[in-house]
């Protein structure tokens, strides 16, 4: 089968862990659990209810051309909503049109002057945004068309245009969508979104112009209000760190190693959890590489996602086959494949 092919349906890959919302859903105040229930049933609707992806053959472009198409949903339900802002087209003074519009800018930029990739699928897909999703709604997702972005409630988050991290997050799993097509589940969902966690902080730093010593490592900077305890919602540098705050059902429950894997039937198999090893993984690489982490670091993950992960894989898989890549690319025994390889044995698992 084509890798670069779509076959039926994508899962509906959210920003915020269930967790969060269900513990805001049961323990929270009187509005508190009401938006977090109003979120959870819209997202449960949406992902029972999802279109089959459409061809997309009107928004392919040249390559290295982007095409952004922001829409406002208007507190409403029904996407993709009002056309408000094309590409080209000035900014609108509105702050989450407009970070939904650079956002994907960003995002594109990066994956077409790092890797020459033209979109996420590669063929030059047309980067539509939907904000002011329904009210209250505490989550930003791709739905395998499109991006959707909630507001937030205002007490515990904040809008979900307003970290760019999020919105290279979301885009990335569109490039899985179109490559790996990781299953949604277990260790294969988990590594689907480390990827998108791993990509998005790339998006931000390669924005931000930042070495991998410089960045923070932090994914969803910004989200939460004042009001919460937390800096962000995981942590790359070290998993399980990013908030303690009784609100969101106490200490961030992300593991680091897989001595601490969790094991649990809700999240689908934990992936928003479990993706905190192989998160601190890539973090180690980086790191341990030094200079700009989409460079070495990025480019053998960007090559293990697009040419040789397959739709089952597991942590060890993801292992093997960054330490293999990082061989080929760079030379069998070179630092850069044992720093791959020491980044896994920190984090317990061992190359093969």
Known sequence: MNRNSHNGRSPLTCIVPDHILRHLAERGTARQKDWAMKTLITTARLRGHREVLQTFAESLLPAGEKRRTIYDAGHKEKLPGKLVRGE????????????AYDGAGATYDF?????????????GMRLDSSVHYSEDY??????????????????IFDRFTKSIDVIGHELTHGVTQFTARLEYSGQSGALNESYSDVFGSLVK?????????QADWLI????????????????????GTAYDDPQLGGKDPQPDHMSKYVKTSSDNGGVHLNSGIPNHAFYLVATQ?????????????????TERLQPTSEFQDAATLTYKVAGELYGTGGAEQNAVASAWDKVGIKVS
């Not at 080209?88 to 970070?99: F, L, M």
């Not at 969803?220 to 070290?238: D, E, H």
């Not at 590489?289 to 996602?305: E, H, M, P």
């Open 138 to 155: 505490d989550n930003a997702f791709w739905n395998g068309k499109q991006m959707v972005y909630g507001d937030g409630d205002g007490e």
């Open 220 to 239: 969803g900077v910004g989200l939460f209000t004042p009001n919460v305890k937390g800096v962000a919602l995981r942590s790359m540098k070290a998993p």
């Open 88 to 99: 080209g087209s000035p900014a609108t003074g509105d702050k989450a049109i407009d970070e």
């Open 289 to 305: 590489l030094g200079g700009n982490a989409w460079d070495k670091a990025g480019r053998i993950w960007y090559v293990t996602l």
């Open 205 to 213: 730093q390669n924005h931000l112009k930042q070495t991998a010593a």
């Open 111 to 123: 994956y077409w002057n790092v890797y020459k990739r033209n979109s996420v699928d590669n063929k």
